[in-house]
């Protein structure tokens, strides 16, 4: 069940707008499929024996760290690029996210030659340093300490120099990208049954849920976080794992599949290989995303 792992690409740069999609609909869900597909190959799935057998049910990873970026957060800038008219893209864009989302923009605005501005704590990992400003995309450094009160700064100060900035926790096009995720997925899966996912971005899972309920499938969707922070969407059920279950999904996933995947987006399988983890009939598909482990946390697990 393995698939090849296909080469990305990027086609010839052509810029095809679409309106902004204020609410979760099919058509802005295909539209966002299309736009994403003119630009880069699909992600691959992997079939996991060992999780397979452990579960009694067929596995599929739904391998989203293979984006150029490290995570699925490309699919939702680049979406939301298409949507912005030219006379933002002429202002430069400016955000204060959290390390994925920045580095996704600096990538889009790397490709499409327009000016990037991330606005980031001084603690910004060096290793994403280094990559967004590879990409072209200018760092200015914030005292604030929490994401709130930096992006409130973030906000002021891009408005003042003229930047269009962009506000990635309300920004309601990200969800049709979840939509676009899993109508991928089923391409591959048809016969997918239940699907796990991460549940630090809302939009994604709004996204996936309203996708599946559209195709009236019986499909299941599990959340999955860390413990202490509560469920953002209504899922058919929701898993908290502790850091010692993370600790423990990033071992397996290593010495199973020879994959490193972060806290955060190793949530689903860390679920999933818990002892509590409820049975479920049909194939399940768990998507894995943002891969830039830090060389500390390899060595520690190592």
């Known amino acids: 069940m393995a698939l090849k792992l296909k ?24 539209k966002a499929d299309r736009y994403y597909r003119q630009w880069y190959n699909k992600t691959p799935i992997e079939y996991s024996k060992v999780l397979s057998d452990y579960l009694q049910t067929p596995v ?66 060096p290793d994403f340093q280094e990559k ?29 120099e003229g930047y269009h900035f962009i506000d990635t926790d309300e920004e309601p096009s990200y969800k049709v ?25 809302v939009g994604l ?28 969407t209504k899922e058919d059920s929701h898993i908290n794992v502790s850091e010692k279950d993370i600790n423990n999904a990033m071992q397996w996933l290593f010495k199973h599949h020879q994959i490193f995947v972060e806290a955060k987006g190793i949530t689903p399988l860390a679920a999933s290989l818990k002892k509590s983890f409820p ?5 399940i598909v768990i998507v894995l995303s943002d891969r830039f482990v830090c060389s500390k946390v390899i060595k520690n697990l190592l």
């Not at 010839?12 to 099919?26: A, E, H, P, R, W």
């Not at 979840?178 to 591959?188: M, Q, R, T, W």
């Open 7 to 30: 080469a990305l690409y990027i086609k010839d740069i052509v810029y095809s707008k679409f309106s902004v999609m204020n609410s979760l609909t099919l058509t802005g869900i295909k």
């Open 205 to 232: 899972i709004e996204g996936a849920r309203f996708y599946l309920l559209s195709l009236d499938g019986g499909y299941k969707v599990i959340s999955s976080s860390l413990k202490g922070q509560s469920a953002k």
């Open 279 to 283: 049975k479920f009939d049909g194939p």
């Open 177 to 201: 990208c979840g939509g676009a995720l899993v109508k991928e997925i089923l391409e591959d899966v048809p016969q997918m049954a239940t699907l796990i996912m991460p549940d630090h971005e």
């Open 60 to 125: 599929i990873f739904k391998l989203e760290n293979m984006q150029v970026s490290g995570s699925y957060k490309l699919r939702c800038a680049h979406y939301h690029f298409s949507t912005l008219a030219n006379a933002q893209l002429n202002q430069g864009l400016a955000l204060a996210s959290d390390e994925y989302f920045s580095l996704a923009y600096a990538y889009i605005c790397f490709m499409h030659n327009i000016e990037c501005h991330i606005y980031a704590p001084k603690s910004l990992n």
């Open 132 to 160: 967004i400003f590879g990409y072209g995309a200018k760092i200015h450094f914030l005292t604030n300490k929490t994401p709130q009160t930096l992006k409130k700064a973030a906000k002021k100060l891009s408005e003042k």
